[in-house]
């Protein structure tokens, strides 16, 4: 089991940026597979991005080209710098993490979440 903390959410106006960090408890967990998740109201959760336990990232279409999955493995900490923020990005972000260094399982480690707000 591990614990996971984010951090760095707010608001932002529309074309700001933000930058979100994840830190796990137990540091071999930098080594697993560990993804950003959001939920806006009313709408499904969705994955945003992962990055695996060798450094490969996947994001949703709609973040790609502005927000950026990455592991800092000196601070222990995994984040998202997210560029050009739109209304659409506002939501409670979410950091969770599977035991291993694939992104083809469940995730079964989550965060308490940090919320985004974008505001015009």
């Known amino acids: 089991q591990v614990q996971l903390v984010e951090s760095g959410g707010g608001s932002v106006q529309a074309g700001g940026s933000l930058r979100l960090s994840c830190a796990p408890s137990r540091s071999i967990y930098m080594g697993y597979c560990m993804a950003w998740f959001r939920q806006a109201p009313g709408k499904e959760r969705e994955e945003v991005a992962s990055?695996?336990?060798?450094?490969?990232?996947t994001s949703t279409d709609s973040v790609k080209g502005r927000f950026t999955i990455s592991k800092d493995n000196e601070k222990k900490t995994m984040a998202l710098q997210m560029n050009s923020l739109q209304l659409e990005d506002t939501a409670m972000y979410y950091c969770a993490a599977i035991g291993t260094p694939w992104c083809n399982g469940k995730f079964a480690s989550w965060g308490q979440g940090t919320q985004v707000t974008v505001s015009s």
């Open positions: 990055i695996d336990g060798y450094g490969s990232t």
